[in-house]
Structures are given as structure tokens and as C-alpha cells.
């Protein structure tokens, strides 16, 4: 492998120069940050998206669009604070028709309601320019919808999940319901193929956590997409970073999934 070694932010930067589209991808969620997630339930290293600079060479500067993935509702795998986690019917339904089950280690996820507190806080530390919205299809059916809109902290209602590990296993949510939706919105590629309250729902989403939608995907399927923002049309640098609790990983995955 030797003959391809090469000086990375070298490569990179010619790259930009002659004007090539760069892609990098995160590998982990947000809020496995060392330094931002919710330690110790984090991994060894920083996540967010301004290490796509640190490791590459390429400067922060240079990235024009960063965009987070995080799904129409919140799951996490493994230990750690979950404070919008569904234990009843509704989290089981979530589990079974989003097929929450780990892909290399088939470990069952944690689901739970649209957390709103950790996307908006993963977005201004990763500065999301905007985000995909996935799975929404999985929502279908459920005739009432909930998004966490604040934690209750020993009587404190805090808009921001605190740093200290005791602080975040005692926050319980503050819930915001909406109306649900019947029709089915699997494999919609357009919004007049939406039913009204799935719009509501994104519109809602957008609002809470300060960053439009940049894409929603609606099934599994590449094509089954409604593409708002290409990233690449304007510009030549895409950093794609994923905000984790979520959001399944902790965004808890931002995908925050």
C-alpha cells in the first residue's frame, strides 16, 4: 500500500483547488463526542463535524455545507442517558417497524419520541447547515405524535442537556404532542404527496431545532427522497456528519441515530 501514501491535506487541498467535489463522512454521532456527548457514554475521540478539518488538513474554512442525518424520532443503542426513551407499546412499535436492530451486531435499539433539546444542541456544535430527515415513514399510524421540547431537572426546566452525568440520568422530558397522520407516506417524493400533518410535523421540527431540512427520506430506498437542499450545487465541499443519540446513535445517532 506504501505507493499510495500521500501527505492527506496535500491531496485535499489540490483537490479544492482545481475544484473537486470532497465528501467526508462521520462515522460515529455527535454525542459520542468525547468532549460535547454525553460522557462517559462516549467513544475515544472528537465526532463532531469540525474534526473533518483536524483530521484531513483541509481547514475549516473550506468545508461550505455540513449536513446531519438524524431520524423522525430518537433511538440509541447501549448504555447512557436517554431522556425522551419510550418503555410502552409506542417504543416497541418504533423498534419493530423501523427495524432498530444493530446492523454488525444486530443489538436491539433504544426508541424513543423526536428528541428536539439534543438535535438543536448538536446542530450549533457541529454547525449543521441542515439536515436529513429519515424515516419518516415509520411514523405512520400514529394517531398523536410527541417531541421533546425540554428536560425538567429536580423542578428546573432546562432547554440544553447538561454536562454532568448525574444532571442527565435525572432529566425527564417536556413533551409537545401533535396530531398524527393515517395515510402513508412510504416512498413519497414530493411534499403534495404528503399528508398535511406529516408537513406540520417537519415545519414543527425545523422551528424547534433552528435548522431547515435539507432532505427527507421516506423508505429505505435511495429514490424514495425529497431533496429541498443539494448541498453540491453551489458548492464544492460537503462535510456529512451523523448526529448520533440520536438520534439513534446518540445524535444519540444527527443523527443527530
Known amino acids: ?11 485535499l487541498n489540490e483537490a479544492r483547488r482545481a475544484g473537486k467535489r470532497i465528501l467526508f463522512e462521520g462515522a460515529q454521532g455527535a454525542l459520542l463526542d468525547i468532549d460535547f456527548g454525553t460522557y462517559p457514554f462516549v467513544t475515544s475521540s472528537n465526532v463532531i463535524a469540525g474534526q473533518a478539518a483536524t483530521g484531513t488538513g ?63 444542541q448538536t446542530c450549533a456544535t457541529s454547525g449543521v447547515s441542515g439536515i436529513a430527515l429519515t424515516k419518516l415513514d415509520v411514523l405512520d399510524g400514529f394517531k398523536t405524535l410527541k417531541i421533546c421540547v425540554g428536560y425538567d431537572l429536580d423542578g428546573v426546566r432546562l432547554d440544553y442537556l447538561p454536562t454532568a452525568a448525574n444532571h442527565q440520568a435525572r432529566c425527564t422530558p417536556i413533551y409537545e404532542e401533535m396530531e398524527g397522520w393515517s395515510d402513508n407516506t412510504a416512498g413519497a417524493r414530493s411534499w403534495a404527496e404528503l399528508p398535511g400533518a406529516a408537513i406540520k410535523y417537519v415545519r414543527r421540527i425545523e422551528e424547534l431545532i433552528q435548522c ?40 444519540l445517532s444527527a443523527g443527530m441515530g
Not at 506504501?2 to 492527506?8: D, E, I, N, S
Not at 430518537?74 to 444493530?102: K, Q, W
Not at 433504544?110 to 438543536?120: Q, T
Open 1 to 11: 500500500m506504501l505507493p499510495y501514501a500521500k501527505p492527506v491535506w496535500k491531496v
Open 58 to 120: 483541509l481547514g475549516p474554512t473550506a468545508i461550505d455545507f455540513v449536513l446531519g442525518i438524524v431520524k423522525a424520532y430518537t433511538t440509541r443503542v447501549g448504555e447512557g442517558p436517554f431522556p425522551a426513551e419510550l418503555f410502552d407499546d409506542d417504543g416497541e412499535r418504533l423498534g419493530e417497524r423501523g427495524h432498530e436492530f444493530g446492523t454488525v451486531t444486530g443489538r436491539k435499539r433504544r426508541c424513543g419520541w423526536f428528541d428536539a433539546v439534543l438535535v438543536r
Open 212 to 251: 431547515p431540512v435539507a432532505l427527507l427520506s421516506t423508505s429505505p430506498e435511495r429514490d424514495d427522497t425529497i431533496l429541498v437542499t443539494d448541498p453540491f450545487a453551489d458548492s464544492g465541499v460537503l462535510s456529512a456528519g451523523r448526529l448520533g443519540f440520536v438520534c439513534a446513535r446518540p445524535v
